[in-house]
């Protein structure tokens, strides 16, 4: 049943609330990026993607969404969970002794929803390109998703992906990437600057759009189905989606210390006060 906007936003909150649960309960994970790009998942999962419930790993006659940058795994475990690909009871074994919710995703647990393992940065998008061409292949007119993180732009893998993907006009590719201006280390711009990447996207050859708000959801849709009617016309497309990294978490934003740390029982109390909801549905 399609989720109106309203339910859609009350649901990133949950979801918000579900990363600061992950994490806190093993001590480990990374919320910053996950937060971040909350919006992004809801969006996707909850108005613009079209797939298919039970999951397969084929896909067929499906959209795609392969995970590039793996580590934000709580938010993408708690998309799939309250989407409905596996119980949201099982968010409560993340990181835990013979889990499927992997740190990192992986996929020989068979995790509804995974279909690639990622927990090197670099190898989604060609991963996705090689998706979307043997969709063409089959005849098959659904379109492949990719998020990346914008630190993981420094990967050269990447580049040449684009490049392929340019080359071969893969054209039913919608590649996202989460420009939040921070990584593990710092800064983008202080740790390995991107420059203008706008201009570096549209010089591989790719259809490139820009999105300053990256943390309002209808905002997120908007950009999402407008990439959709850009796919089709010989190029693949980028969107440059900018976030806040914490974002709803007020001493998470504005610095990149929340990267892969997880908050303790006071902080996580403040984050929860932060995040209310009414008759909240934590697992």
């Not at 339910?7 to 649960?21: A, G, V």
Request: aromatic fraction near 8%; hydrophobic fraction near 35%.
């Amino acid at each position: 049943m399609s989720k109106s906007i309203e339910e859609l936003k009350s649901l990133t909150t949950q979801i918000r609330r579900d990363i600061l649960r992950m994490v806190h309960a093993v001590n480990s994970g990374h919320p910053g990026g996950s937060l971040g790009c909350t919006e992004y998942f809801t969006a996707l999962y909850g108005k613009v993607m079209n797939y298919k419930l039970p999951f397969t790993m084929e896909g067929k006659g499906e959209d795609l969404f392969f995970l590039s940058n793996g580590h934000i795994s709580p938010v993408f475990y708690s998309t799939l969970a309250r989407f409905g690909f596996f119980p949201v009871a099982e968010l409560g074994t993340f990181r835990k002794l013979n889990t499927r919710l992997q740190g990192h995703p992986t996929t020989h647990d068979n995790l509804p929803g995974v279909r690639i393992a990622s927990g090197s940065l670099g190898q989604g998008l060609s991963v996705a390109v090689g998706a979307a061409l043997a969709k063409k292949m089959d005849g098959d007119d659904s379109l492949v998703y990719t998020l990346h993180g914008d630190g993981e732009l420094q990967e050269g893998q990447i580049w040449e992906a684009l490049m392929f993907a340019a080359h071969n006009k893969v054209d039913n590719l919608i590649a996202t990437i989460d420009y939040n201006n921070r990584q593990i280390d710092g800064d983008t711009d202080d740790v390995l600057s991107l420059g203008d990447l706008h201009a570096k996207l549209e010089a591989f050859g790719w259809k490139v759009l820009n999105e300053k708000n990256g943390n309002d959801l209808e905002t997120v849709i908007s950009i999402l189905e407008r990439a959709k009617q850009e796919t089709g016309n010989g190029k693949p497309v980028a969107i440059i989606l900018h976030t806040e990294m914490g974002f709803g978490v007020d001493y998470m934003m504005g610095t990149h210390a929340w990267h892969g740390k997880a908050p303790n029982d006071e902080q996580l109390d403040t984050a929860f006060k932060q995040l209310y909801l009414e008759g909240p549905a934590d697992y």
